[in-house]
């Protein structure tokens, strides 16, 4: 049987999501952004928490883990680079580790750049991809404690799953993101047709998210530092892909 999600907002501007798996009544809340929204979208659809994936440490993903594990005595499984970072913590996992959610089974990948440790859920059966704060819809998550070189080689990662996967991020940050990629890539015309369906969605209150790799791979300029018109945008035609990722990850910081 598929999986089933549900997304919903959490705090500013975070997304919260659960996982459910119909044949067994496994629920997993990919993160734990603030206990309350995800008490109500357990309310909402009926499922019981029984696991909480955590994708890196940062407070806006883990300020909730304690007082839904108080209540729901769910599993809390959290990347093992990590571990000192992150409270109540039952499994720690690393790259290539499968973790079992009911019936379904996920691969970890290591993604670190955002954070050192930061990890990403991959279930390759349903084809979900669960990628915290490492790829964002037409963006990325800031470089904060590890080198453009290791961002971009977790956005390689990301890259290479199949174009069908579909992506859950940590945040809504698409409208933003949106108008910095048409000032690297104005010509683009995948990303015009997406920018005007973001406006769309964030005009009608609807979520961004999920978002397809294949679609991301067309325009997100931070998974496409090797296509010669992004490096030429940073007059950085010829160069490594990382120096032009490094660049176009410096240009957004400033925007
Ligand atoms: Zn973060």
Not at 64 to 88: F, M, Q, T, W, Y
Not at 100 to 123: C, D, K, N, Q, W
Not at 132 to 142: A, K, M, N, P
Not at 224 to 251: H, I, N, Y
């Amino acid at each position: 049987m598929p999986a089933e999600t549900k997304l919903f907002l959490c705090l500013k501007d975070n997304y919260g999501v659960l996982l459910h798996d119909p044949a067994t009544g496994a629920t997993a809340a990919i993160d734990a952004p603030e206990a309350a929204p995800i008490e109500k979208a357990l309310a909402a659809t009926g499922w019981k928490l029984t696991d909480i994936l955590v994708t890196h440490h940062h407070g806006d993903h883990t300020a909730g883990i304690a007082a839904l594990k108080d209540k729901h005595h769910c599993r809390v499984v959290a990347p093992r680079n990590e571990a000192s970072k992150i409270a109540n913590i039952d499994e720690t996992v690393g790259e290539g580790d499968s973790v079992t959610m009911g019936s379904l089974s996920a691969r970890v990948l290591e993604t670190p750049g955002h954070t050192a440790g930061h990890i990403s859920y991959f279930f390759p059966a349903d084809k979900l991809a669960f990628v915290g704060d490492t790829l964002f819809s037409v963006g990325c998550g800031r470089v904060i404690e590890g080198t453009p070189e290791m961002m971009w080689q977790s956005l390689l990662k990301i890259r290479n799953l199949p174009d069908d996967t579909r992506l859950y991020c940590g945040h809504e940050y698409t409208a933003a993101n949106c108008r910095f990629a048409l000032t690297v890539e104005p010509d683009n015309a995948a990303l015009r047709k997406r920018a005007t369906a973001v406006t769309q969605l964030i005009g009608q209150g609807e979520p961004t998210i999920p978002t397809t790799l294949g679609e991301e791979k067309a325009v997100n300029p931070f998974l496409r530092a090797d296509v010669p018109s992004v490096a030429a945008s940073v007059d950085l035609t010829g160069a490594g892909a990382a120096k032009v990722f490094a660049a176009v990850r410096g240009r957004k910081d400033r925007f």
